[in-house]
């Protein structure tokens, strides 16, 4: 089946530095991708739509100039959290269409932590 | 707007009885409706979905989830329930931009 791919899964950084997050999709393209934020014991708030080649649509409340995406090619979307502070720390998951299917499929997750 | 409820935080389960996992939604138009299912520090797996056709719906690990357009739920099943299933689900519904919105979970144990 299809994998959607994060990376890192695990990262741990200082206050004010900045961290990118990958999300691949392995086998399929996807011109849509999906980023969402998990708190501890709290559903998944969707933060932004990511879109080939132009620019992401961000939620009410997601500041864009925190939460930079970047979707280059039609396998790949970055997330990256530009001068990253202890309340940053969460972990996020992308999701991904499949353009041929209509499916939807998940990346494993990035869990970050800021010093 | 769409919106998905999980009325139960926490299900509590002894292994080989029955398990349900409660979800009603609020859509315009006709629903499209998901489980997912997150087990610690993992990403979202899809369990099922319904998009049309048969009431009952037929899932991964022998999840299953009736539909029922009157109650406005979606509830997921599984007939036998097993210590690995203790997990996270997730019940969402989509919107005609594709987005999926999620309920707010309901945290599964399963009792050896």
């Known amino acids: 089946g299809a994998v959607v791919s994060q990376h890192p899964s695990w990262v741990i950084c200082k206050s004010g530095t900045s961290v990118k997050i990958e999300c691949r999709s392995l086998d399929f393209q996807a011109t849509t991708m999906f980023w969402y934020r998990q708190f501890p014991k709290q559903s998944l708030m969707l933060m932004a739509t990511s879109n080939e080649g132009s620019k992401a649509t961000y939620e009410q409340g997601v500041e864009k100039d925190k939460f930079l995406i970047n979707h280059a090619s039609l396998t790949l979307s970055t997330l990256t959290v530009t001068s990253a502070h202890p309340e940053d720390s969460s972990f996020y998951i992308c999701?991904?269409?499949?353009?041929?299917?209509?499916?939807?499929?998940f990346g494993e997750g990035s869990r970050l932590t800021v010093l | 707007a769409q919106s998905v409820a999980q009325p139960e935080d926490q299900v509590n389960v002894a292994e080989g009885n029955p398990l349900t996992v409660k979800c009603t939604y609020s859509?315009?138009?006709?629903?499209?409706l998901f489980w997912y299912v997150q087990y610690p520090n993992r990403g979202l797996q899809f369990l099922l979905k319904y998009i049309t056709g048969d009431n009952l719906v037929k899932g991964s690990y022998g999840f299953e989830a009736e539909f029922n357009k009157s109650q406005t739920s979606f509830h997921l099943k599984k007939p036998s329930a097993l210590v690995s299933d203790s997990a996270l689900y997730f019940c969402a519904v989509r919107d005609w931009a594709n987005n999926l919105f999620f309920g707010t979970g309901t945290r599964l144990t399963v009792i050896p």
């Open positions: 999701s991904a269409w499949d353009i041929n299917t209509g499916e939807l499929f």
């Open positions: 859509v315009s138009g006709n629903p499209y």
